[in-house]
């Protein structure tokens, strides 16, 4: 499934429109009869009903479910704005005037009266914040027990998912032919309730390449695995971080590679990282980071880091951000000759060395997954917050392409951007995550693919499922309050059995 901004909708529906001759009133009846089969399914006859009309093709699908409703019998009223200003919607208007369907003023819409409203004030064609009389509508809508809005609720812009004034705060939202990106980012997110796609007949030809793919099913590939094999089949991984205080984020890392099936998990830290982690973890190997003291790697620190041949690398869990510490490694990112995962405090640049970092980003040539959050994002391309989460899903497309990496932009909605450009938006939001030491657990998964051999833009998108699964799987077991990373790594081997095949790599 490909989700789509506001602008590639419109797109989608001129061309069957104009190129293809699908007549327009022909897609606003599918749209209508869509919404009423969602409305006949939870309210009854009986039960009065409101229809709030904009002046676009939104009020013209209300007008045709308000037609449709009304000759089932449903108690229906209209309240819109005037006479609407596009052809098809004007002709559905007509006809429920015909019809004698009660129609009065939006400012006459009193909630009180009804137990549903079906809000088709605004659609993707919402262009400006909702003011004076449709503010008021909008508003007073919310307080009706049963909520319904066509296409996406009015006050969420379809592209970015902001909030543009007031916003309906819908039951159930039926979209016409494919979600919008609005119903997927936040804010607009929590207003749509449970989304509805309907199948209205707009053609598949004209969908833009470009449009992001939708992963709602946390199912996929994982590499095979022959029984003829030994622990060198699977890959031996480097796990490069951790200082005194944050050793666990780069055990976590570590375990979570283990789990995931990599036949060899080894952790280069400092002496007392290593030490600690060689007696709670006797499978995962180490390589002591020679230090000046005990937590800053020496001048050649890199190159004995780089002595041995990995099969893949996570840099950063746990790493601090002394500049010595990132100057180190860097120097391992640019040494390593297997394909690597830049997480946390690698990520982490001062102002004056963005261009250097992302340079040397751009120069790898052995498979790049860059990590961050949104802050470490920020930080890292000079993006401003606010920016990146309403247009997430451009930035993420236009940065991996820059850099010629695999991005992944952890968050509630976590976006892998291929280095092709292809773009995944994951719809598994789960509040059991929000726990430091999720985003360690990611990077391990990503590593232990990477080193089992998968290329670095599957490697991601597949761990991010798996790493989506598994916590799933860990929040029915314990609750969204008591999951955490240790618990997430233990539901990583049910998440697996789930996955559905297995793939060679
Ligand atoms: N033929 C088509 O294009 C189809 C469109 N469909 C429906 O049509 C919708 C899009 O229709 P439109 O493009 O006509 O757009 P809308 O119906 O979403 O609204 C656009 C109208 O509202 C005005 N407007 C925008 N923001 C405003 C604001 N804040 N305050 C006051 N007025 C404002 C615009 O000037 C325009 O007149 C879709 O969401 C979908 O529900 C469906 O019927 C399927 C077919
Ligand atoms: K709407």
Not at 217 to 233: M, V
Request: proline letters at 5%; glycine letters at 10%.
């Amino acid at each position: 499934m490909r989700i789509l901004n506001a602008q590639q909708m419109a797109q989608m529906d001129r061309y069957t429109i104009h190129e293809l001759g699908v007549p327009g009133l022909l897609l606003m009846e599918n749209a209508g009869m869509a919404v009423v089969r969602a409305i006949t399914e939870r309210v009854r006859p009986h039960q009065a009903l409101a229809i709030l009309c904009g002046k676009g093709n939104n009020g013209g699908d209300g007008y045709v479910i308000a037609r449709l409703l009304y000759l089932q019998g449903y108690a229906v009223t209209i309240f819109h704005a005037g006479r609407p200003s596009t052809d098809d919607s004007r002709l559905n208007y007509d006809i429920a005037q015909r019809l004698r369907i009660p129609v009065m003023p939006l400012e006459a819409f009193e909630p009180q009266c009804f137990f549903a409203v079906v809000d088709a004030l605004f659609g993707t064609g919402l262009e400006r914040p909702i003011e004076g009389v449709f503010a008021s509508a909008v508003e007073a809508a919310n307080g009706v027990a049963l909520r319904f809005a066509v296409d996406i609720p009015s006050g969420v812009c379809g592209t970015t998912g902001r909030l543009l004034g007031t916003a309906f705060n819908a039951h159930f939202t039926v979209t016409m032919e494919y979600p919008k990106r609005g119903h997927y980012l936040y804010p607009g997110a929590n207003l749509r309730g449970e989304l509805l796609v309907a199948p209205i007949g707009i053609s598949s030809h004209a969908l833009p390449p470009e449009a992001p793919h939708l992963v709602d099913q946390l199912r996929g590939a994982l590499p095979r695995r022959n029984g003829d094999s030994h622990k060198g089949t699977f890959g031996h991984l480097l796990c490069v971080g951790g200082t005194v205080g944050k050793a666990g984020a780069i055990r976590l890392g570590a375990k979570a590679a283990m789990e995931t099936g990599c036949g060899l998990v080894s952790v280069a830290s400092n002496h007392q990282v290593v030490q600690s982690l060689q007696f709670a973890e006797p499978e995962i190997m180490s390589v002591i980071v020679p230090c000046y003291d005990s937590l800053l790697p020496e001048g050649d620190s890199a190159s004995h880091v780089l002595e041995h041949p990995y099969d893949a690398m996570v840099i950063g869990p746990g790493g601090g951000r002394h500049s010595r510490l990132v100057q180190f490694y860097w120097e391992v990112i640019q040494g390593a000759s297997c394909p690597v995962v830049i997480d946390a405090d690698a990520l982490y640049c001062e102002d004056e060395d963005r261009n250097d970092i992302l340079e040397a980003i751009i120069r790898r040539s052995n498979g790049t997954v860059l990590t961050p959050h949104p802050k470490e994002f920020e930080r890292l391309t000079g993006t401003p917050l606010p920016e990146l989460e309403s247009c997430k899903l451009d930035i993420a497309r236009e940065w991996a392409l820059k850099l010629g990496c695999t991005l992944v932009l952890k968050g509630a909605r976590t976006t892998v951007a291929w280095s092709n450009g292809d773009v995944y938006l994951l719809d598994c939001p789960n509040a059991a995550l929000a726990k430091g030491g999720s985003g360690d657990v990611l990077a391990g998964i990503i590593g232990s693919l990477l080193a089992q051999g998968m290329d670095a833009d599957r490697a991601a998108l597949e761990g991010c499922k798996l790493h989506a699964l598994a916590g799933q799987i860990m929040s029915q077991r314990h609750g969204s309050y008591s999951g955490g990373p240790l618990k997430h790594i233990q539901s990583i081997a049910t998440a697996i059995a789930q996955f559905e095949e297995e793939v060679q790599v």
